[in-house]
């Protein structure tokens, strides 16, 4: 029953995230359907789950059909509402879905942790880095406080992240491959982070929103996730 509850608890993460989502789209001015996009975004995830009863390309499908046709219906903005309500549905469905189909694979929790402790070494290898030896900003547009040093600590993090779980569970792959997942999936954390950080700095906030107070929203902790 792994599956099942994997699949309950990312749709209710990626709810958590979504709600947020389109909340700051719509404080931009940028008209998100909500309910359209939750639900949208919500199925997106069980396919994962059960891709024999909701095929991904019959939900995207569906979904952007149901997007547009609600759209033509709007009085302003008409795009925006389309592109904000798909953004948020495909970005976080689409994307958390595969977690919830990796748990299904044979050893699919140890692939699942394998990805969740490459994104968890990476930020906090990334964090001290970034304290200690941080001098030289990497996207200073985007992310103003990120450098050059934390961004590579933590890609050495998620290669480290890699190996560990490669020498300790029943994945079957080798050490060498297991660094470079590691190493990929800390490059793609990365930019997991600023695709956030882009999105909140157009609207003009500093957190997606306060689900864990003084720490900011889901969104924000899952952010590299995601990626």
Known sequence: YGGVW??????????AGGNEYFGLL???????????GMLW??????????????PLDLVLTAGLFA???????????????????????????????Q????????????????????????DTAAYFAGV????HKLWPRISPKKTWEGTVGGWLGGALAGALVVQFTPIPISLGMGILIGFVGGVLALF?????????????VKDSGQFFPGHGGMWDRMDSILF
């Open 26 to 36: 719509a404080q931009g001015g940028y008209r998100p359907a909500y309910w359209l």
């Open 132 to 135: 200690y030896l941080g001098n």
């Open 6 to 15: 994997t699949a309950l608890l990312v749709l209710l993460i990626a709810l």
């Open 99 to 122: 977690g919830v189909a990796l748990r299904q694979m044979p050893d699919g929790l140890a692939w699942l942790m394998l990805g969740l402790l490459i994104t968890w070494f990476n």
């Open 67 to 97: 997007t547009l046709i609600y759209s033509l219906f709007q009085h302003e903005n008409q795009v925006h509402t389309w592109l904000a309500t798909s953004g948020g549905a495909i970005y976080f469905g689409l994307l958390l879905s």
């Open 41 to 54: 975004l919500g199925v997106t995830v069980l396919s994962g789950w059960r891709p024999d009863l909701l």
């Open 192 to 204: 997991g982070d600023l695709v956030e950080s882009m999105i909140k700095r157009q609207v003009g």
